[in-house]
């Protein structure tokens, strides 16, 4: 019984947002979100948004103790790439990869 949310087209690079999901992995929910609250990244508030998601979909659509719940899995998959680029010297550019993220959440109870 567990339950999952997500967050799509979030425009950070999937390599910034793992760092901050790799914490969270495994841990109970109050832990985790503890954890996310004060973790100084931009990644920390995304992910602290689809866990608290998360969690509420798993208290009111499959009525499972908040308290038992923990973070099952966690994973952060590259979305499509905005491509850019910047100017450089004597007429040249190079190309600028804005990247994005697709941000999952699984939780499930102990």
């Given at each position: 019984m567990e339950a999952k949310a997500s967050t799509r087209f979030?425009?950070?690079?999937?390599?910034?947002a793992r760092l901050v999901v790799d914490l969270i992995r495994g841990r109970g929910a109050a832990e985790a979100l503890a954890l996310l609250e004060f973790t100084p990244k931009k990644a920390a508030r995304i992910i602290e948004q689809?866990?608290?998601s998360a969690v509420a979909n798993a208290e009111n659509n499959l009525s499972a103790d908040v308290d038992r719940l923990y973070v099952k899995k966690a994973s952060v998959d590259g979305g499509p790439i905005l491509k850019r680029s910047l100017?450089?010297?004597?007429?040249?550019a190079t190309p600028l990869l804005k990247r994005s993220s697709h941000v999952t959440v699984v939780v499930d109870e102990r």
């Open positions: 979030v425009r950070i690079s999937p390599q910034k689809t866990l608290r100017p450089r010297a004597h007429g040249r």
